[in-house]
């Protein structure tokens, strides 16, 4: 059961900050400021101050990035929830012509907070916050637990959980799962 004091606040100007401690903090994605997917100039080259500035730029412009968890006060977990668009290309079959379709590419929880169902309780906010916005539909591109790597991008069962339905492959360890709103 997820603790009653949960809550989850989209990540703008005023909440950046707690952006930041969360991404600073011990074993947190600070070496990829979540901009895996999405498009950067000189992305061979950036470093770990560059992918944050460029993160930052989005915010800064209005762009969504994503989602903060916060126990009480206190930044404990991110999923990153845009409309596709903003993202690089996500799968092979994606039809980039088609409009309201929202992508989730990452969850992080802090490790003194895993296995508490914060995983569940972001996607949850994540979609009500996509459907709030607009979106007709809510990709998302996990991989099975045995999966070596992407592991960060969720588990199917956490997605099939909240209704969404297998839609093909991304690569070969990569699911595309769809939620129609």
Request: glycine share 8%; net charge positive; hydrophobic share 40%.
């Amino acid at each position: 059961m997820v603790d009653p004091s949960f809550s989850t606040r989209p990540v703008t100007t005023a909440n950046w900050t707690d952006f930041e401690a969360l991404f600073e903090g011990k074993g947190a994605p600070k070496y990829c400021w979540c901009m895996a997917w999405r498009p950067m100039e000189e992305r061979s080259s950036a470093d770990n101050a560059a992918r944050k500035q460029a993160l930052h730029e989005r915010v800064r412009t209005g762009v969504p990035i994503g989602l903060l968890g916060y126990l009480d006060d206190e930044p404990v977990g991110w999923c990153s929830l845009a409309p596709r668009e903003s993202y690089l290309r996500l799968s092979p079959s994606q039809d980039d012509g088609e409009a309201g379709v929202w992508s989730i590419v990452c969850f992080f929880v802090r490790r003194d907070h895993r296995k508490a169902g914060l995983s569940r309780a972001l996607l949850d906010a994540a979609i009500a916050l996509a459907g709030s916005r607009g979106a007709r539909a809510i990709e998302a591109y996990p991989v099975d637990p045995n999966s070596p790597s992407y592991r960060f991008m969720g588990f199917v069962a956490l997605f099939e959980g909240r209704g969404f339905a297998a839609a093909g492959r991304a690569g070969s360890r990569r699911h595309v799962m769809r939620l129609t709103l």
